[in-house]
C-alpha cells in the first residue's frame, strides 16, 4: 500500500521543453489535487479533479494542463516550461464516504527550469 | 473565493515552552479547518483538524481552537520538543473543495 506516489522525484528542464509529473494514488479516492510549493508562498492550487475524467482549474494554473484518464493517475503537464515554473509540485488525494477528510500528500517533484 | 491568512510566518521557542500559530479565513461557509506539519524533504502530514460545529478539539500535546464569529483558528503546541520543529500549515475548506492553505510557519525548538 504505497498511498500517494509521484513521479519523477527530481527534475532539470531547460526553457521551452516539456514534461509530464504523474501522480498515482492506491486509495481509491476520488479527489485529486496538483499544488505548487514556493518560499513563503505556501501550497497554491494549480488543477485538481473530482472524479475519473474531470478536471478543473485552481488558482495558478497558467502554463499547465492536466488529465485524468484513470481514477488512480493525474497527471500534470508543462508545454513550454519557464524558470518562473521552478518550484516543488506536490500530489494531493481525498476520498471516503464522509466529506471534509484528511488530504493525502506524495513527497513531491522538485522542478527547475533553467 | 476562500483566503487563508497564516502568522507568524517564523516562530523560535526552547524546549518545554509553548508555541501557538494563528489563522484568519475569509469564507463563513468554509467547514474544515486541517493543520499540516512539513518536514524538510517531505509532503505535508495532517496533524489534527477540527470541523465547524466543534469550538476545540486536544489530540495529547496539540490542540486546535476555532472561533466562526471571529473566523480564525489557532494551533497551540504545548511542550514542545525539538521534534517538533518542522513548517506548520493551516487550510480551510467546504466539503470535497479544494484545500487553501496559508502560507505556513517555520517552527524552530531549540535544546
Known amino acids: 500500500n504505497a498511498g500517494v506516489t509521484q513521479t519523477p522525484k527530481f527534475r532539470v528542464l531547460k526553457t521551452g521543453q516539456s514534461m509530464t509529473l504523474l501522480c498515482a494514488q492506491d486509495?481509491?479516492?476520488?479527489?485529486m489535487y496538483w499544488y505548487r510549493q514556493d518560499p513563503g508562498m505556501g501550497l497554491r492550487l494549480i488543477h485538481y479533479s473530482v472524479g475519473e475524467g474531470t478536471t478543473a482549474k485552481g488558482e495558478v494554473p497558467d502554463g499547465y494542463n492536466v488529465s485524468r484518464l484513470k481514477k488512480q493517475n493525474f497527471l500534470l503537464g508543462l508545454e513550454s516550461a519557464a524558470p518562473s515554473q521552478t518550484s516543488v509540485y506536490f500530489c494531493?488525494?481525498?476520498?471516503?464516504?464522509?466529506?471534509?477528510?484528511?488530504?493525502?500528500f506524495g513527497q513531491g517533484t522538485r522542478l527547475t527550469v533553467v | 473565493g476562500e483566503n487563508v491568512e497564516q502568522h507568524p510566518s517564523t516562530l523560535s521557542v526552547q524546549e518545554g515552552d509553548s508555541a501557538v500559530i494563528k489563522c484568519t479565513y475569509s469564507?463563513?461557509?468554509?467547514?474544515?479547518f486541517p493543520w499540516y506539519k512539513q518536514e524538510l524533504g517531505k509532503g505535508p502530514q495532517l496533524i489534527i483538524d477540527i470541523r465547524s460545529n466543534v469550538g476545540e478539539k486536544k489530540d495529547q500535546r496539540i490542540a486546535v481552537t476555532l472561533n466562526k464569529t471571529a473566523k480564525h483558528f489557532s494551533l497551540h503546541i504545548t511542550e514542545t520538543q525539538p521534534e517538533d520543529s518542522a513548517v506548520y500549515f493551516c487550510?480551510?475548506?467546504?466539503?470535497?473543495?479544494?484545500?487553501?492553505f496559508g502560507t505556513g510557519t517555520r517552527l524552530l525548538v531549540s535544546p
Open positions: 469564507d463563513s461557509a468554509s467547514n474544515y
Open positions: 487550510a480551510a475548506s467546504k466539503g470535497f473543495q479544494k484545500l487553501v
Open positions: 486509495m481509491n479516492h476520488e479527489y
Open positions: 494531493a488525494t481525498r476520498g471516503g464516504s464522509r466529506a471534509n477528510t484528511e488530504a493525502f
